[in-house]
C-alpha cells in the first residue's frame, strides 16, 4: 500500500504551498522532535517521540506513545493502536496531517489472491 502525509495545517496555521505530501515507506515510520525520527516538526507541545505509524502491505495504523499532549485521529484521542483510512486528519500538537493512501494494483491483487496475466494473448 502507498501511503503520504499531506501537511494540512503547520504550528502558525494553514499551509500556502499546495501538494506538501510526505511519502511513508512500508515498514515504521516516527514522529517527534527526537533526531531519530522519521519527521521532526519543531514545536514544544510535540514530545520527543510522538506517535509511531506502521505501514504494512494491506493497512496503516497509528498508536500514540505517551505522548504529554497525545495525538488525535479526526479530533479523537487515539487510545493504544488505531487503523487510518485515507483522507482521516491527524493532530500531532499544532500540526494537521491528511493520510493519503492508495491501493497499488499488486497489493490488490495479493489481498484477493488473484493475480491477473500479464503478457500477450
Avoid at 494553514?14 to 519527521?39: A, M, Q, T, Y
Avoid at 505501514?55 to 495504523?61: G, H, K, L, N, R
Amino acid at each position: 500500500m502507498k501511503a503520504s502525509l499531506e501537511v494540512v495545517r503547520g504550528e502558525f496555521g494553514p499551509v500556502s504551498v499546495h501538494d506538501k505530501r510526505i511519502p511513508l515507506p512500508e515498514g515504521e515510520f516516527l514522529v517527534g522532535r527526537n533526531l531519530g525520527c522519521h519527521f521532526r516538526p519543531w514545536s514544544k507541545t510535540i514530545s520527543r517521540k510522538h506517535c509511531l505509524i506502521t505501514i504494512t502491505p494491506y493497512a496503516v495504523y497509528v498508536r500514540d506513545l505517551d505522548s504529554r499532549n497525545g495525538t488525535r485521529l479526526n479530533g479523537q484521542p487515539i487510545a493504544g493502536e488505531a487503523p487510518i483510512n485515507h483522507g482521516d486528519l491527524l493532530a500531532v500538537g499544532p500540526i494537521l496531517l491528511r493520510f493519503v493512501l492508495a491501493e497499488t494494483a499488486e497489493t490488490a491483487e495479493s489481498a484477493c489472491g488473484v493475480r491477473q496475466a500479464r503478457g500477450r494473448f
